[in-house]
């Protein structure tokens, strides 16, 4: 992974490292400790640490790491970096199994433009659709829909009311990042809700493995998507394929009942705390 970062050559790269990672410290929290509460232990009967989820569960490290390294990412991002300072435009964030197409990048461009004029209820543009498994309906519309996990893009005023919301996300028993937004942050936003995007994907999420389906263990060939054809690319892909004169379709956004509670598995002390701290450190601390 470090080399590819290293080799990329077409633009201005910074390479950044989360400094409370499990794997920096994998006998220690936020690693697992030899005395931690594994399960559905009972802490004070066994003696160990730990506290349980609304469920009974105690923490498990694979699944809290992921919400742990995106808080952290994003403060870091907006209010750490030196080269995002006075920075208020748009950022897109992409991860390791996401195929970006030539044309994203001007693609977002357009729609970032055209989301004030176009989609006023939209706080954010997208590279993909909601559903990953989707290219997108290939229609003459712009689409304004829930915020994806592919090529999501927002400003520096989007993130401000996102980290003013940071005890909601650090206090939220769910491990899911995404989810803790939709249940706990979005809803602060009132009707502004949506992302827009184009009918043609500009980013093709490509990976199978991960959190919830595992990983496959005949190698790498076995996390990738099999329809997916890298360095293929269709001519349709290579330009901007947005047009300012399409009308927006608007899907219904379908949230999370007002009685839930999240999934669990962020019921440890220690992970909203930290959570807390990744917050603040820019700032003013944030207490439990």
């Not at 991860?95 to 209820?121: M, S």
């Not at 899907?251 to 807390?276: A, P």
Request: charged residues 20%.
């Amino acid at each position: 992974m470090n080399s590819i970062v290293e080799s990329i050559r077409f633009c201005q790269v910074k390479q950044i490292f989360a400094p409370w990672s499990p794997h920096l410290f994998p006998d220690e929290f936020p690693g697992e400790s030899p005395q931690d509460c594994k399960n559905d232990d009972n802490a004070e009967k066994l003696g160990c640490t730990g506290n349980p989820d609304q469920y009974g569960n105690h923490r498990s490290v694979r699944i809290v790491s992921l919400k742990h390294h995106w808080w952290w990412m994003m403060n870091t991002i907006w209010d750490g970096l030196t080269e995002m300072k006075g920075f208020n435009g748009h950022i897109m964030f992409i991860e390791e199994d996401h195929y970006v197409l030539p044309n994203a990048y001007r693609n977002i461009q357009i729609l970032v433009n055209l989301k004030e004029k176009k989609c006023p209820y939209c706080i954010a543009v997208n590279a993909a659709p909601l559903d990953v498994t989707s290219r997108g309906e290939g229609s003459r519309k712009l689409y304004a829909e829930k915020v994806g996990n592919v090529g999501y893009t927002f400003n520096r005023t989007v993130w401000e009311r996102i980290h003013a919301q940071a005890k909601q996300f650090c206090l939220f028993d769910d491990y899911n990042w995404d989810i803790t937004m939709w249940s706990r942050v979005y809803p602060t936003f009132g009707s502004a809700l949506y992302t827009l995007r184009g009918p043609r994907s500009s980013a093709i999420h490509f990976g199978r493995c991960g959190l919830h389906e595992g990983y496959n263990q005949s190698g790498p060939s076995g996390c990738r998507d099999s329809n997916i054809e890298f360095g293929f690319v269709e001519r349709a892909d290579m330009v901007p394929n947005i047009n300012h004169r399409w009308r927006v379709h608007k899907y219904s956004i379908k949230g999370y009942s007002s009685g839930f509670e999240g999934w669990g598995g962020w019921g440890d002390k220690r992970d909203r705390h930290l959570c807390l701290c990744f917050s603040s450190m820019y700032e003013k601390p944030l207490s439990l």
